[in-house]
């Protein structure tokens, strides 16, 4: 019983530092534009092609396709080698503070 209560508490206290999500270090920030027609992607004023096998994550860090991307959200975004989007994550208003911060 003891160790279960002291799971139980560890689970409890750690919970915040699972929730948060790890960002992209390389990633590029960016607001989305208008919805496109798929395979592109408005970051921006630039409309971009989403790379084949290219992930979208939602706020609630849920994949989403690139027709549910909603307009004017703040983004982090990774390009690869072809200049493809290759991820696009979309950021919670404590992640957009959070960047904010740093960039100070």
């Known amino acids: 019983m003891r160790k279960l209560m002291l799971l139980l508490a560890f ?3 750690a919970a915040p530092v699972w929730a948060q999500r790890a ?5 590029k920030r960016g607001t989305t534009g208008e919805r496109q027609m798929f395979p592109t992607v408005q970051i921006g004023k630039d409309i971009l092609r989403l790379a084949p096998g290219g992930i979208i994550v939602n706020s609630n860090n849920l994949t989403i396709t690139q027709g ?10 990774q390009l690869d080698r072809n200049g493809e989007v290759q991820r696009i994550v979309i950021l919670t208003p404590e992640e957009q503070a959070r960047l904010n911060s740093a960039k100070k």
């Open 23 to 27: 960002l992209p270090a390389e990633a």
């Open 68 to 77: 549910q991307l909603p307009p004017n959200s703040e983004v982090l975004y």
């Open 11 to 13: 689970l409890v206290f």
